[in-house]
Each structure stands twice: as C-alpha cells, then as structure tokens.
C-alpha cells in the first residue's frame, strides 16, 4: 500500500474526511474542521491515521466504537420513549482496552457491567467538543438540551446477527496527546446497553 502524502494532503486541505479517504486507505469521518495545520505534527496526523486504519482492515480491530445522540420525546430525559437522532462512527478504528476491567455485578434485575474502559489512538482529527457531544446536534460548544443524550457505544458485530452494544459515558475530560498523534478518553460503563438491533431501552 502507497501512503502518497500528495493525497493525504488533499484530504487535509479539505478539512475532513468524508467518505473514502483520499489516499484510498479507508473510510474516515468527520472532524475538527476548524484546526489549524500549522505544524509538522499537525501535516502528519492524515497519514497516521491512514496506517491505523490498517488494524481494521486487517481485522485486528472487530469492533466499531460509535458516539451517540438520543432525544427523549417527553421534553427531558428519562420522560417518554427515548430516540436515536444521530451515530457517529470513530474513525480510524481507536484502541479500546481490554472489556476484562468491566466488573460483572448482580442486580435486582439480573446481571450488570460495571467500571471504566480506556479508549486511545482517536485521531486528532477530532475535536474535543465532539468526543464529548457538544457539537454535530447542537452549535459546537452549546451544551445538549434537556431532552437529549449523549453517550459513546462499544460494538462487536457477528457474522451470524447482532452483536451486543455496551453503552459509556465520558468519565474524565478527554486528554489530547500530540506526541503520539491521539485523543485518549476513558469511559464509565453505563447500565443501560441499546437493544443488539440499535433500539433505546
């Protein structure tokens, strides 16, 4: 595979990746179009992101990490029947830490997971009021109405149907390291999972 940085530099001038990226690497979505490329660590990130994209493509990575917006229809949260307004799939596939941190404990309604998930090598490409829902549904930097929610969305797909969808909150504030070319977020899991059909419950 070439990593021809020409092309990479066109997707970085564009701003975003939408669609296929335009070294041919892999499909990349979308991000912080108002950074500044004003360094060489900046003139990389694309081609970083280009040879993590890799581990997917390989199958290295057999989940997909989502960010997920859900609006209530009783004008708050938890009134009424909850929908899903808007997915977002993290692109290049991040790392996320191994699942065996998540503690398994019993509840009244039976079995639940616990405990928090470390998420790392997420494109800088991203901005930081995205990774915490503050942007795409509402004006970027605007808190989310009363009526919504926002949260991030583990997901192993099988072949043979749906696979089950872990649902996170951002547990801390997401840390930017430029050295490593990576946002890294850790999660606290969330006792409520989507239905394995992308269904709110």
Known sequence: MSLGVACCRACQAAGQFGGVCGCGHGKFTLVDQAQQ????????????????????????RQYEVNLVWTQWTGGERGVGGENV??????????????????????????????????VSEISPRFSEDL???KDLVVRTGDNL????????????????????????????????????????????????NRTRDGVPQ
Do not use: H
């Not at 490329?37 to 290295?60: K, N, W």
């Open 131 to 133: 990774l915490i829902g």
């Open 145 to 192: 109405p009363v009526d919504m929610n926002f949260y991030w969305e583990i997901y192993f797909p099988r072949l043979d149907g749906f696979g089950l969808r872990r649902r996170f909150t951002p547990a801390t504030a997401p840390n930017k390291d430029p050295t490593n070319f990576e946002w890294v977020v850790n999660l606290l899991k969330s006792s409520e």
């Open 85 to 118: 307004v808007r997915t977002l799939q993290v692109l290049p596939t991040p790392l996320v830490g191994t699942l065996n941190a998540l503690d398994r404990e019993l509840q009244s309604i039976g079995i639940d997971e616990a405990g928090t998930l470390r």
């Open 37 to 60: 490329q004003g360094t060489l660590i900046d003139s990389l990130t694309p081609i970083v992101d280009c040879v993590r994209d890799i581990y997917t493509q390989l199958g290295a």
